[in-house]
């Protein structure tokens, strides 16, 4: 059973009418024989042993206990287990009625508290009830069990638990202490903060060529390690440029690393920098950057990193100038080594960065087209879960030069609508062989139409289709400024 009907919903209702949901999914699993009784007396007792016991940290609490306590980016002591709290944590309706019966607890009626009169009796009766499992998911239980059973250990449990840094509640609460009611929609434009949990990318999901894997392993080795590089004093790391065509994979990566790395992700979004509250802007870069400080260890990803170049040559606004400045110094002042933050950078239009720019990056990462291996081994991947009679791959990879990982995604995303259209769930070659013809049409459509205030298309030259110009989400600001 899930505790889904206790998910966190949060909403925002900003002025455009808009709706901002932040939305916390409980993926705890309780057991599967869940026992209201005796899941009210494991929070209970384990808010009442964590407020006695300093030594305990936030990373010692359950994650789904965490969210009910987190405030300002911290969690204060006492824990108090009002009815309300314990409903929250436990998905128990009642919780003071479920455990009025024994003989260990009370209820004090003007603070809604549950407590404990007798803590030994409440541990021995918990002791008998409770799954060795369930122990496992919660350090601060583990440190009362840990003599009494062989299999409990505090440090086994502490590795099981998700680190407090990854739980959104506490981002949530981090975000409220810094930027102010009105604040808030300004700068959740400019940045948007995910918990590892609700990054869906996986790197088994993506084809990396030998380079970017290189990469990867090098920075995960780095990470691990980061307090070796400090004391050998080498800090000129943990800053990667990701550069290549829009659909290579460049915010996939990122945000795969985010997961595999259990890292919150950071994402700036530099356009945004033109929004119209510009006299914030700088303001709230800065405190973007305070955040990300807060979080560490977490990963600050800036896609369209060629704005900071442009902006720089143009004669922008003052204020947008100020804001790519303080962009720059946050940039440099920053470090994987002393402060724990991971800094990506993305770029479709590496042509238009400055010296200025390259240099604040350690390392380059290229994100080429795929070749004809790699659309092969693409599309293996995309299709893991479809079923496809005589399906040949590799025909349709030599079928598909120029195309990107996210062009062969929407090819298969066209060839399976229309199959569903004739009441079919098993796709053939022939669908497939169909979908990449569609695409190429549609596509050179499309580049034809653009072409007109598209110097790009027409500089980049040759046919329209291998232009490098397929960016379906629209992030692409040259078309329209050039
Ligand atoms: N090398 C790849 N392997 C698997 N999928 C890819 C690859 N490159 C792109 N894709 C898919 O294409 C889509 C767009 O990729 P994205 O990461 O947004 O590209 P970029 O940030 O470079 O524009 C994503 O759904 C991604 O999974
Ligand atoms: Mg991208």
Same mark, same amino acid.
């Given at each position: 059973?899930?505790?889904?009907?206790?998910?966190?919903?949060?909403?925002?209702?900003?002025?455009?009418?808009?709706?901002?949901?932040?939305?916390?999914?409980?993926?705890?699993?309780?057991?599967?024989?869940?026992?209201?009784?005796?899941?009210?007396?494991?929070?209970?007792?384990?808010?009442?042993?964590?407020?006695?016991?300093?030594?305990?940290?936030?990373?010692?609490?359950?994650?789904?206990?965490?969210?009910?306590?987190?405030?300002?980016?911290?969690?204060?002591?006492?824990?108090?287990?009002?009815?309300?709290?314990?409903?929250?944590?436990?998905?128990?309706?009642?919780?003071?009625?479920?455990?009025?019966?024994?003989?260990?607890?009370?209820?004090?009626?003007?603070?809604?508290?549950?407590?404990?009169? &007798?803590? =030994?009796?409440?541990?021995?009766? *918990?002791? !008998?009830? @409770? $799954?060795?499992?369930?122990? %496992?998911?919660?350090?601060? +239980?583990?440190?009362?069990?840990?003599?009494?059973?062989?299999?409990?250990?505090?440090?086994?449990?502490?590795?099981?638990?998700?680190?407090?840094?990854?739980?959104?509640?506490?981002?949530?609460?981090?975000?409220?202490?810094?930027?102010?009611?009105?604040?808030?929609?300004?700068?959740?434009?400019?940045?948007?903060?995910?918990?590892?949990?609700?990054?869906?990318?996986?790197?088994?999901?993506?084809?990396?060529?030998? &380079?970017? =894997?290189?990469?990867?392993?090098? *920075?995960? !080795?780095? @990470? $691990?390690?980061?307090?070796? %590089?400090?004391?050998?004093? +080498?800090?000129?790391?943990?800053?990667?440029?990701?550069?290549?065509?829009?659909?290579?994979?460049?915010?996939?990566?990122?945000?795969?690393?985010?997961?595999?790395?259990?890292?919150?992700?950071?994402?700036?979004?530099?356009?945004?920098?033109?929004?119209?509250?510009?006299?914030?802007?700088?303001?709230?870069?800065?405190?973007?950057?305070?955040?990300?400080?807060?979080?560490?260890?977490?990963?600050?990803?800036?896609?369209?990193?060629?704005?900071?170049?442009?902006?720089?040559?143009?004669?922008?606004?003052?204020?947008?100038?100020?804001?790519?400045?303080? +962009?720059?110094?946050?940039?440099?002042?920053?470090?994987?080594?002393?402060?724990?933050?991971?800094?990506?950078?993305?770029?479709?239009?590496?042509?238009?960065?400055?010296?200025?720019?390259?240099?604040?990056?350690?390392?380059?990462?290229?994100?080429?087209?795929?070749?004809?291996?790699?659309?092969?081994?693409?599309?293996?991947?995309?299709?893991?879960?479809?079923?496809?009679?005589?399906?040949?791959?590799?025909?349709?990879?030599?079928?598909?030069?120029?195309?990107?990982?996210?062009?062969?995604?929407?090819?298969?995303?066209?060839?399976?609508?229309?199959? +569903?259209?004739?009441?079919?769930?098993?796709?053939?070659?022939?669908?497939?062989?169909?979908?990449?013809?569609?695409?190429?049409?549609?596509?050179?459509?499309?580049?034809?139409?653009?072409?007109?205030?598209?110097?790009?298309?027409?500089?980049?030259?040759?046919?329209?289709?291998?232009?490098?110009?397929?960016?379906?989400?629209?992030?692409?600001?040259?078309?329209?400024?050039?």
């Amino acid at each position: 059973m899930y505790i889904g009907s206790n998910a966190i919903t949060r909403l925002i209702d900003d002025t455009s009418g808009r709706l901002r949901v932040a939305y916390v999914a409980c993926a705890t699993k309780l057991p599967e024989m869940s026992e209201p009784e005796r899941d009210v007396v494991e929070f209970v007792l384990t808010t009442d042993v964590y407020s006695e016991r300093e030594d305990l940290e936030p990373d010692d609490l359950p994650s789904i206990y965490r969210t009910v306590f987190w405030e300002n980016g911290t969690i204060e002591r006492p824990l108090v287990p009002t009815v309300e709290a314990t409903r929250e944590a436990t998905g128990v309706d009642d919780p003071w009625d479920t455990v009025s019966g024994l003989m260990f607890t009370s209820h004090d009626d003007f603070s809604e508290e549950i407590k404990l009169t &007798d803590r =030994e009796m409440a541990e021995e009766w *918990l002791g !008998k009830r @409770i $799954e060795l499992e369930e122990i %496992l998911e919660n350090p601060t +239980l583990a440190s009362i069990f840990e003599d009494d059973f062989d299999e409990v250990s505090y440090k086994r449990a502490r590795e099981q638990v998700r680190p407090a840094r990854a739980d959104r509640a506490w981002i949530d609460s981090l975000l409220e202490e810094y930027f102010a009611e009105e604040e808030e929609e300004e700068m959740l434009d400019l940045v948007d903060i995910r918990a590892p949990e609700e990054v869906d990318m996986r790197l088994d999901d993506l084809v990396l060529t030998e &380079d970017q =894997e290189g990469e990867i392993n090098k *920075l995960v !080795k780095a @990470i $691990e390690h980061r307090d070796y %590089l400090a004391r050998i004093g +080498l800090r000129e790391i943990g800053k990667l440029l990701f550069v290549g065509p829009p659909g290579t994979g460049k915010t996939s990566v990122a945000r795969a690393l985010a997961h595999e790395l259990d890292l919150p992700f950071v994402e700036v979004k530099l356009s945004m920098i033109t929004s119209q509250y510009l006299g914030e802007t700088a303001k709230n870069v800065e405190k973007t950057f305070e955040v990300a400080r807060r979080l560490s260890p977490c990963i600050l990803f800036m896609d369209e990193f060629d704005f900071v170049a442009k902006t720089r040559a143009s004669d922008e606004h003052a204020a947008i100038k100020r804001a790519v400045n303080t +962009l720059l110094k946050s940039i440099d002042e920053i470090s994987l080594i002393q402060d724990d933050v991971l800094l990506i950078g993305a770029t479709n239009h590496p042509d238009q960065l400055d010296a200025a720019a390259w240099r604040r990056f350690d390392e380059i990462v290229n994100f080429p087209k795929p070749d004809v291996g790699m659309r092969a081994d693409i599309l293996r991947v995309v299709t893991r879960d479809m079923e496809i009679e005589d399906y040949d791959p590799e025909e349709l990879a030599e079928m598909t030069e120029g195309l990107t990982g996210s062009d062969l995604r929407l090819v298969l995303r066209e060839a399976v609508l229309n199959a +569903l259209t004739e009441e079919r769930t098993t796709l053939t070659q022939d669908d497939l062989v169909d979908a990449v013809a569609n695409f190429e049409e549609r596509d050179n459509l499309k580049n034809l139409d653009m072409i007109e205030g598209d110097h790009d298309a027409l500089v980049a030259g040759g046919t329209p289709s291998a232009d490098g110009g397929h960016d379906h989400e629209g992030h692409d600001h040259s078309h329209s400024e050039d």
